[in-house]
């Protein structure tokens, strides 16, 4: 079910200033591509473009094209509802709904759908997704409980159940863990290498240990000033990016020198 | 600073030696600031208490008066010899042009505030709320002469319309003549606190966390199941009080129903026919031909809608105040 | 690290399921202001055939005819959930439209009705002795004792509205604090003409006092204080506690810091509060009605004697019943908006430049 990206000469917008520029790449199905690179480069942009949630943003506008196997994401006609039904993400902070219990949070995109009708089936869908996550253990007993009264690393892995429940084809996760302590961050790295023999997953992340630990391949971006559009240096393998880059800019970054 | 330590009443401004070291306020300037701004709170409670003193007290004298039932009698005539009044119709009047003004207006404020939140061109949502602010403004004697010279005699095309197809219930029933009737009073007390309503509400949901919205987005929502899923569960307790605080409006408006309203000391069925009365409407009407036995009469049905509205805003208090736990938790 | 290039496309998932596409039909942008156009001709049709005389049941026709319309095409071409999302979307609509239909009347008619007699004449001579079907007379005496009462009541409920405000936010800790908190809000609530009625049982029934411009001053300072104390409070709120503590810091005592520090910085927020206070109680007419009584003739004392005030001549005009009146009323009511209007807009650019600038 894992599809591939292909993006080819990108830019996003907000109102008239460039966020990123033209950027190409391509993320390969089931595997896990990680985009680093100092603050205000861009990668979240670009992360919130391969699901059509930058337009979200006022004045947020992209060119260029996103094909998720062959089909253009910006293409007329396309629906940017199924996009992202069909693109799943995880956000920084955990936002599970406040108001709903762990279960509807796991259910609700799949009641949004309307694909499981039936109570058993949705039981398992949900049970299916919390195990998914790792979280089925810690939550069985209490699926009644609101959401928001589990830990921060529980309510992250909350939302990444909530994500997998809708069967999408890539997860995008925009720093999962920079809001968790370091055990809750070790459970989710687990989890990520789980989950990338289904999904194909693009993560951002600022810990450069972290890239090198759960990523098959890495992206990293830059800005040549501030105010400058963000850019795309180089993505290659993850252990060739750390150890032996072919722009000098990377390494750089990697060995600390800037950023 | 520690306040414990200064006197319950303002002294006099007797030369004190500040006493540098200490830190506590003794300086006659601190003392007095004190005093002045302390008094004036308990200025404020002592004028809550004198209404309701002054309120009871009055009320006490007419009601030891009133030869008749105060809850349930259906006539006001304190003037008579055999003086007989009681707020039974006020009472019934006073519900039902208020409910019938809150299903009207809360739908359409939360509608107009969803509107200004989620739906307007960004370039016209912000002046959108400003103008509603404004409206919130205009006096309400202004929407009574409105109501009077310009609704009233737009609505009988649409009363007979109501009595054509709904008049079998009785409730919309509809004998011709002017549309000064309950029902009228319920649209106009509709629109008038529309922009309160409107008001808090779109607060609320400016409010609402990016993130959550952002959550659902994610899973694949239309703009309507955002809403549903994260906007209007947030903001329900603020919709709520919301409408308390335009329902505490509606139930102690006076001029926009007395100028609206043909008012009578009978409860009929028909909502759509004029008669009827509200407790702020009869003491405005009632206020000119009234002697000191009347007034106080007047006062006493007044001490029932401060209870009433008392209760209303409260409530809605406690709503806030338990919203403010709530999001909080969340934080 | 696994090497994932060299599996350049995937076999399908051992489980497959249904095909997820990207495109969904969808109607034209167009398809909704032509929709509106649509129902708007058919409810107006509809109502010329059917004789409706009222053009609120045309509008109704055509608004029930374009959310239901719209919703069964949306059903139709794009499915359930995104129709759905368009009944939303047209019920918002009309909710917007249902309310700014009224309130644009509102204004209109009091614009266009009122400019009719609204003159220098009409501005500077009272009503006299003038009989009431006739065409003439003015509103000088009404906006005397409107500026009076308005400006006796600030006089009182300013300064105790916001001692009481720094008494909170500056001093007000423990029970006291706690109570005067909630009885502010409870007092928000009550009723004009039940302000109107308490100052009439105490200063009129008890007191034995006559009506006059001051009585009903105290009627509408009651129902300016809450607003006043609770809109200083806001604004002492936003003011940095690091500010204060700096003064203090310096030796500076409480009070002058309070008065030299505190104040100055929010005094643009609190005169905003302070007028739009003012805005509200000068459309007030119930306790004016109870206490002022209105009168014919310019008294210029608030003290002794029934006045006349702007929102109270709007509802005696309006009681005359004859055409003179009724324009004299509407005239009135222009006035009275544009005062109040005026004081808001005034009020809320004070806001908008004087904004505390906090670092948060």
Same mark, same amino acid.
């Given at each position: 079910?894992?599809?591939?990206i292909d993006? $080819?000469g990108?830019s996003?917008?907000?109102g008239s200033h460039k966020?990123? *520029?033209?950027?190409?790449?391509t993320v390969?199905p089931r ?11 861009g990668k ?9 949630m ?7 506008r992209?060119?260029g094209k ?7 994401l910006?293409g007329?006609g396309?629906d ?8 799943g ?12 219990s762990?279960?509807?949070?796991v259910?609700?995109g799949l009641?949004?759908?309307?694909t ?9 869908v949900?049970?299916? $997704?919390?195990?998914?996550a790792n ?6 007993d209490?699926?009644?409980?609101p ?9 992250q892995?909350?939302?990444?159940a ?8 890539v997860l995008?996760?925009?720093?999962p863990?920079?809001?968790l302590?370091?055990? $809750?961050t ?5 989890l990520?290498g ?9 993560i951002?992340?600022?810990n ?6 759960? $990523? ?11 105010g400058q559009?963000g850019?795309?240096?180089e993505? *290659?393998e993850t252990?060739r ?7 000098q800019d990377t390494?750089d970054?990697?060995s600390?020198?800037f950023? | 600073?520690?306040?414990s330590a200064?006197?319950q ?7 004190v030696?500040p006493?540098e +070291?200490s830190g506590?306020?003794v300086?006659?300037g601190?003392? +007095?600031f004190l005093?002045?701004?302390r ?18 007290y009055?009320s006490?004298?007419a009601i030891?008066?009133d030869k008749?039932?105060?809850f349930t009698?259906?006539e ?9 009044f009681g707020i039974?119709?006020l009472?019934?009047?006073?519900v039902v042009s ?14 107009? =505030?969803?509107?200004?939140?989620h739906?307007a061109?960004?370039k016209?949502?912000?002046p959108?709320?400003y103008?509603i ?8 004697i ?6 009077a010279l310009f609704l009233?005699?737009h609505?009988?095309?649409?009363y ?8 079998w219930?009785g409730?919309f029933?509809y004998s011709?003549?002017a ?6 009073v319920?649209?106009l007390?509709?629109i008038?606190?529309?922009p309160?309503?409107?008001s808090v509400?779109r607060?609320?949901f400016?409010?609402v966390p990016?993130?959550?919205?952002e959550?659902?987005? =994610?899973?694949g ?9 994260s906007?209007?569960?947030f903001?329900r ?5 919301a409408s308390?605080l335009?329902l505490?409006?509606a139930?102690?408006e006076t001029?926009?129903v007395?100028t609206v309203l043909?008012?009578?000391?009978l409860?009929?069925l028909s909502?759509?026919d004029?008669g ?7 003491? =405005?009407?009632?206020?000119?031909e009234a ?9 006493a049905s007044?001490l ?10 409260g ?11 709530y999001s909080?938790?969340?934080a | 690290?696994s090497?994932v290039?060299t599996?350049?496309r995937p076999?399908?998932?051992?489980a ?7 495109r969904?039909?969808r109607?034209?942008r167009?398809?909704p202001?032509v929709? !509106?156009?649509v129902?708007?001709?058919a409810?107006?049709?509809? &109502?010329?055939?059917a ?12 608004a029930?005819?374009f959310?239901i ?7 139709k071409v ?6 759905k ?6 019920l ?6 249902l309310?700014v239909l009224?309130?644009?009347?509102l204004?209109?008619?009091t614009?266009?009705?009122g400019s009719?007699v609204?003159? &220098? ?6 009503m ?8 003439? &007379?003015?509103?000088?005496h009404a906006i ?9 009541a600030?006089?009182?409920a300013?300064?105790i509205?916001?001692?009481?405000a720094?008494?909170?936010v ?8 706690k ?7 409870v ?6 003409i039940?302000?109107g009625l308490?100052?009439l049982?105490?200063w009129i029934?008890?007191l034995?006092f006559?009506p006059?411009?001051?009585?009903g001053s105290m009627?509408l ?7 006043v104390v609770?809109?200083?409070e ?7 506690n690091?500010?204060r503590?700096a003064s203090?810091?310096?030796?500076v005592p409480?009070?002058?810091?309070i008065?030299k520090?505190v104040?100055?910085?929010s005094i643009g &927020? ?9 805005a509200?109680?000068?459309g007030?007419t119930a306790?004016?009605l ?6 014919k003739?310019i ?10 005030s702007l929102?109270l001549?709007v509802?005696?005009?309006?009681q005359?019943?004859s055409?003179?009146?009724y324009?004299?009323?509407w005239?009135a009511a ?11 807009l005034?009020?809320?650019?004070i !806001? ?9």
């Open positions: 079910m894992a599809k591939r993006v $080819s990108l996003a917008f907000y966020a990123i *520029d033209d950027i190409s790449m390969e595997s896990v591509t990680a985009f680093i690179g100092p603050s205000g480069c979240s942009t670009f992360l919130r473009t391969l699901n059509r930058h337009e979200v943003t006022p004045g947020g992209v060119e996103v094909l998720l196997d062959d089909e253009n910006y007329s396309v940017p509802v199924a996009v992202r039904r069909t693109v993400m995880v956000f920084q902070r955990p936002n599970p709904f406040p108001t709903m762990i279960f509807d949070n259910a609700a009641r949004l759908n309307g499981v009708k039936k109570k058993s089936e949705l039981n398992d949900v049970e299916k $997704s919390l195990k998914g979280l089925w253990n810690e939550v069985k209490r699926l009644n409980k959401g928001s009264g589990l830990s921060g690393g529980q309510q892995r909350l939302c990444i909530r994500a997998i429940a809708v069967e999408p084809q995008l996760m925009d720093e863990c920079s809001a302590d370091p055990i $809750s070790l459970a989710i790295e687990d990520i789980e989950l990338k023999e289904r999904f194909t997953i693009v951002v992340t600022h450069m240990q972290q890239a090198a630990r759960v $990523s098959d391949r890495t992206a990293f971006f830059n800005l040549s000033a501030v559009p850019k795309l240096v993505i *290659d252990e990016i750390f150890s032996n880059p072919s722009v390494e970054y990697i600390g020198r950023g | 600073m520690d306040t200064i006197p009443n303002p002294p006099p401004a007797a030369p030696e006493s +070291v506590k306020s300086r006659p601190d003392r +007095v005093g002045l701004s008094g004036s709170g308990i200025a404020l409670l002592v004028i809550m208490a004198a209404i309701a003193a002054f309120l009871t009055r006490v004298l030891q008066g008749a039932n105060f009698t259906f006001w005539d304190p003037t008579g010899a055999e003086p007989k039974a119709v009472a019934f009047g006073t208020s409910i019938i003004a809150m299903v009207i207006a809360v739908p359409v404020a939360v509608g107009i =505030a969803l509107f200004i939140s739906y061109p960004r016209l949502a912000s959108l709320g103008v602010d404004l409206l919130a403004a205009v006096p309400s202004i929407y009574g002469l409105w109501g009233v005699p609505l009988s095309g649409l007979s319309w109501l009595d054509d197809y709904l008049g219930t409730i029933s011709q003549g549309a000064r009737s309950l029902f009228t319920g649209i007390l509709a008038m606190i529309l309160i309503v409107t509400s607060e609320v400016l409010q990016k993130m959550h919205e959550a659902a987005l =994610a899973l929502a239309t703009r309507w199941e955002v809403i549903r899923m906007v209007l569960p903001g307790s603020g919709i709520i009080s308390m335009g505490g409006r139930l102690g001029m926009a007395a043909s008012p009578s000391f409860i009929g909502l759509l004029p009827g009365g509200t407790f702020a409407q009869n003491i =405005a009407s009632k206020f000119s002697d000191t036995f009347g007034q106080d009469a007047l006062i007044g029932v809608l401060f209870v009433i509205t008392l209760l209303v805003n409530a809605a208090r406690l709503i806030i105040a338990r919203r403010k736990e909080g938790a969340n | 690290m090497n290039i599996e350049k076999v399908a998932d051992s497959p399921r249904p095909p997820v596409t990207l969904q039909a109607l034209p167009w398809s202001p929709f !509106a156009l129902a708007l001709a409810g107006a049709g509809i &109502g010329l055939v004789g409706l005389d009222s053009k609120i049941q045309w509008g109704l026709i055509a029930l005819l959310i319309g719209t919703y069964a095409v949306a059903a794009e499915g359930a959930r995104q129709a999302d368009r009944l939303a979307t047209s918002v609509w009309i909710a917007f439209l309310a009224p309130l644009a009347s204004i209109w008619e614009v266009v009705r009719k609204l003159d &220098g004449y009409f501005l500077t001579h009272s006299g002795t003038l009989p009431d079907a006739m065409v003439g &007379g003015g509103i000088n005397t004792g409107t500026l009076q009462q308005v400006g006796l600030t006089l009182i300013a300064p509205g916001l001692l009481t720094i008494y909170l500056e001093y007000g800790r423990g029970r006291l604090a109570a005067v908190t909630f009885f502010v809000d007092m928000t609530g009550v009723p004009s039940v302000a308490f100052v049982s105490v029934l008890i034995g006559g006059s411009g001051f009585a009627a300072a009651i129902l300016m204080m809450p607003v609770r809109s200083t806001e604004m002492l709120k936003l003011v940095p690091e500010l503590e203090l810091a310096l030796g409480k009070w002058r810091t008065l520090v104040l100055p910085t &927020g609190i005169t905003t509060g302070v007028m739009l206070a003012i509200r109680i000068t007030e306790p004016v109870l206490l002022v009584w209105g009168a003739t008294n210029n004392n608030p003290f002794e004697g029934a006045q006349q929102p001549y509802y005696q005009q309006w005359q019943g055409e003179a009146s324009d004299r009323a005239a222009l006035v009275l908006i544009a005062f109040v209007m005026i004081l808001n005034v009020a809320r650019g !806001a908008r430049w004087k904004a505390p600038k906090t670092g948060r």
